[in-house]
């Protein structure tokens, strides 16, 4: 449950804000990269917020510990989607 509600909320807040520019061969490249670099940084979220997570439940209960997963998923999910942003807004302005 705890890992199902990071990745539903880190997820939404990694998408891009706009397509990706240029030929759809290119898209197609940016868009598999994009969805690795959203992956890796899922992966990332959880195994860092995993044992925090625990510890919580152990000491605060499950829905304390669900209240303090929702808001710091969510704050992390913002600043990774926005430096996803960041890095390929930049390809978008320099590939044409």
């Known amino acids: 449950m ?4 990071c ?15 240029g030929g759809a061969q ?3 490249i940016d868009e598999q990269a994009l969805r690795a670099d959203m992956q890796r940084m899922i992966e990332q979220r959880r195994r860092e917020l995993l044992p925090e997570y625990e510890r919580r439940v152990r000491r605060d209960g499950k829905a304390s510990a669900d209240d303090w997963l929702r808001k710091r998923a969510e704050e992390l999910g913002r600043r990774d989607g926005a430096t996803i942003r960041r890095k390929y807004d930049g390809r978008r302005s320099g590939a044409r």
């Open 26 to 28: 290119d898209a197609a």
């Open 7 to 21: 990745a539903m909320l880190v997820v939404p807040a990694l998408a891009p804000a706009a397509p990706l520019a």
């Open 2 to 5: 705890a890992l199902a509600l």
